[in-house]
């Protein structure tokens, strides 16, 4: 792991995104909350949030944080079938939280194609990537092009 401990407490954020297609009788069963597992972007966002809390578990080199927020956002496109998912994290620390953004992304698509797997086993989940930082020594960071519905 990398030492941090010279590094200055600094507020900082993260903003990450990812997509997830499917049929569109599938994206109408979400929508409709008549999947038979429950409420999917609710579960799906408590998932996410879980996911960015525990990042350190799960990626060997990264710092347990104190994460101060979490949020995640879901956004439908009935024309492309999709679900655009967005998580932004924060904290006051010395590193940066751009990694708890992408687990928190890559979670909450896996937990919705996890509840619907049994209507759709063709669900695409692609486009996982850093859209925006902030804070610490490298500065800001902000994706120039990007796909959002």
Do not use: W
Request: net charge neutral; charged share 25%; hydrophobic share 40%.
């Amino acid at each position: 792991m990398v030492d941090v401990s010279d590094k200055p407490q600094t507020a900082r954020a993260a903003m990450a995104q990812g997509i997830i297609v499917m049929k569109p009788e599938t994206l109408e069963k979400i929508q409709d909350q008549t999947v038979k597992k429950g409420n999917v972007l609710e579960t799906a966002r408590i998932a996410g949030i879980m996911a960015a809390k525990k990042t350190s578990e799960l990626i060997p080199m990264c710092h347990p944080l104190n994460i101060t927020h979490v949020q995640i956002d879901f956004f439908p496109d009935n024309e492309k079938h999709a679900i655009r998912i967005e998580a932004s994290v924060k904290i006051t620390g010395q590193t940066g939280v751009e990694m708890e953004a992408l687990t928190a992304v890559t979670v909450a698509a896996l937990t919705i194609y996890d509840m619907c797997k049994s209507y759709d086993k063709e669900m695409i989940i692609s486009d996982m990537m850093l859209l925006e930082k902030s804070g610490g020594k490298s500065g800001s960071f902000v994706r120039r092009e990007v796909c959002r519905n």
